[in-house]
Each structure stands twice: as structure tokens, then as C-alpha cells.
Nanobody
Framework: QVELVESGGGLVQPGGSLRLSCAASGSIESITAMAWYRQIPGLQRDLVAAITSGGSTHYKDSVKGRFTISRDNANNTVYLQMNSLKPEDTAAYYC????????????WGQGTQVTVSS
């Protein structure tokens, strides 16, 4: 009942910037928090940034000060602004929504690839 579609990934040089977008549809009023994770093939998905319905944010230590998570309620979209990108930021980035209908559940986007290379 909550669907997520990510966009904005691509190839960028070290030190560059990208903005990822995650558009939500369905029962968006049930969403309690949204987050961005990233994953290198063969490894577990790692939390990058999260934002709650109340506006509280959390960041992975290695991206703090470089990445900013924000939301646009009018467009039902959450963003991840990534500045000062490093090669170690290269990964598939996934949007996640926590939501409550009859029970607490999660939805995942399909992922968008970010590659940081010269």
C-alpha cells in the first residue's frame, strides 16, 4: 500500500554532488519515517540517513556534514542531498518507508546506483 520510486543516481566525480529523490505513493498518510540505505553487493544494507514524521533526523557518522535528508510533503517526496562525495560512497542507494496500517510494516524502493569515480 506504500510504493517508493527512487531517482537521481548516476556517475559523479569525487567532491561532486548528487540529489536522490524518493517519491511515495499509496497510503502515504500512514508513513511514520523514511530513510535512505546503501548497499554494496554481498554486504548488508547500511542506514545512511533517516527522517521521522516529526522531522527528527539521523545520519551515519561517515556522511554527517556531507549529506542532508529532507522531505517535501506537498510532493510526497524525500530527498538525499549528497555533497563532497567520496569513492567510498559508491553503492546502490535504497529508500525505505516505515508505515502503520493494520500493523507496522516497511516498503523499499528499487534502488538507484551512485558511482563516485574520476
Amino acid at each position: 500500500q506504500v510504493e517508493l520510486v527512487e531517482s537521481g543516481g548516476g556517475l559523479v566525480q569525487p567532491g561532486g554532488s548528487l540529489r536522490l529523490s524518493c517519491a511515495a505513493s499509496g497510503s502515504i498518510e500512514s508513513i511514520t519515517a523514511m530513510a535512505w540505505y546503501r548497499q554494496i553487493p554481498g554486504l548488508q544494507r547500511d542506514l545512511v540517513a533517516a527522517i521521522t514524521s516529526g522531522g527528527s533526523t539521523h545520519y551515519k557518522d561517515s556522511v554527517k556534514g556531507r549529506f542532508t535528508i529532507s522531505r517535501d510533503n506537498a510532493n510526497n517526496t524525500v530527498y538525499l542531498q549528497m555533497n563532497s562525495l567520496k569513492p567510498e560512497d559508491t553503492a546502490a542507494y535504497y529508500c525505505k518507508a516505515d508505515y502503520r496500517l493494520l500493523y507496522t510494516d516497511v516498503s523499499w524502493g528499487q534502488g538507484t546506483q551512485v558511482t563516485v569515480s574520476s
